[in-house]
């Protein structure tokens, strides 16, 4: 196989909703932040979606390859008005900060948003004990910096430092689990909008200004919150707006159907799962989640987040195994031993609690004759073998 015949498992944002992309921006051309690619309301659309309208460019507006009508897909399932917060805060060029629950789609909001906003999504630092401040700031070319000296040839930008000049968003996966002192170097970055070189000192390289534009979006898991805690002066300088779980089981059953269809896509299958299978698992999902049957049941809630994320994963292993193993076995007869394999990522004893969400919910939905829910209740042996 050439390098011109491979392509890549996913594709960031940009890339994957290009034409989006150019039918916003000359669908809208009203006022932009400096450095922006879309307006405020644009950026908004193209993650929340169009609602099912058709949009239409103005007459005269014309880009090569991007349709003249087209409907915006909703991207990000949440409130729009979550949507709306965040951009208002980018547009003030304002660190923001999205928190919430393992599994919520962060990840996928701040790389929508960096996208939209300007047109790259990738200059992103992934945070973990092992993040270092170069990784922030700058690093060497250690054989350049060898041979001449301290040099802007020889000096490696970070992410956040390409931002700074291109005036673009940067991506800090994690923040919480960074190390205090990298996370103080954040501090500096969000308040004076530029990183000094002392290694240039003397020459117009020695301090990068950040560029009209520039901001940061960081992400952070409220599991991981003590891991290292935030200190309150870098609090301060991030809007936090909280990423929640789906509230609505016909929406989140959709976009997990959808998630996994794509997954399947990648690998050229089609995804085989009937909607009313994927609809049990969900709600299996949301009642362990919310400690709760949709009936009002008390549910023993797991150690293990029971993610809309894990959710998709549990949806696309099913799809795939109905697509290399047909015929072998019911594909809900499969959904006991993932849902186990889920429930006891953190604590394996936490088996006896979904045991104990069978003998209840489940038991309790066959004996008022839901077919399916009956079907998994007989199957409540895979849970002891």
């Not at 799809?319 to 006891?344: E, I, K, M, N, T």
Request: glycine fraction near 8%.
């Amino acid at each position: 196989m050439t390098a011109s015949t491979l392509t890549r498992q996913i594709d960031p944002a940009e890339f994957a909703h290009a034409t989006e992309l150019e039918f916003l921006a000359a669908y809208d051309d009203g006022p932009r932040p400096p450095g922006w690619r879309l307006t405020p309301r644009a950026v908004v659309t193209f993650i929340a979606g169009s609602d099912d309208r058709e949009l239409t460019l103005p007459k005269g507006v014309r880009p090569e390859g991007v349709p003249v009508k087209l409907t915006i897909p909703r991207k990000f399932v949440g409130d729009r008005s979550l949507v709306e917060r965040c951009v208002v805060t980018l547009a003030g060029e304002r660190g923001l900060l999205l928190v919430g629950e393992p599994g919520t789609a962060k990840s996928m909001l701040s790389e929508l948003l960096s996208a939209a906003v300007c047109g790259t999504s990738e200059l992103v630092v992934q945070g973990t004990a092992g993040t270092t401040e170069d990784q922030l700031r700058y690093g060497w070319n250690y054989a350049l910096l060898l041979a001449s000296g301290p040099s802007p040839e020889a000096l490696v930008p970070s992410p956040v430092l390409t931002a700074m000049r291109t005036g673009a968003v940067a991506r800090i996966e994690e923040i919480t689990r960074c190390l205090p002192e990298v996370q103080d170097a954040m501090v500096s970055i969000l308040s004076d909008r530029r990183i000094a070189v002392p290694e240039l000192a003397g020459t117009p390289g020695a301090t990068i200004h950040a560029a009209p534009g520039f901001t940061l979006i960081a992400t952070a898991n409220l599991r991981d919150r003590g891991v290292s805690e935030m200190s309150a002066a870098l609090k301060r300088r991030f809007n936090f707006e909280t990423v929640g779980p789906i509230p609505d089981l016909a929406a989140e059953t959709a976009l997990v159907a959808r998630q996994a269809r794509a997954a399947l896509d990648r690998v050229q299958t089609a995804f085989a799962v009937d909607d009313a299978v994927l609809e049990v698992l969900v709600t299996a999902f949301r009642d362990l989640r919310a400690g709760r049957s949709v009936e009002g049941w008390e549910v023993e809630r797991p150690s293990t987040v029971m993610s809309t994320a894990e959710a998709v994963a549990v949806a696309t292993s099913l799809g795939l195994a109905a697509a290399y193993f047909p015929g072998d076995r019911d594909v809900l007869s499969l959904v006991p031993a993932h849902l186990q394999g889920v429930v006891c990522k953190d604590d394996p004893t936490d088996g006896a609690k979904l045991l104990g969400y069978w003998d209840g919910a489940v038991r309790r939905r066959a004996e008022e004759g839901a077919r399916l829910w009956r079907q998994l209740w007989e199957l409540r042996d895979v849970l002891q073998s």
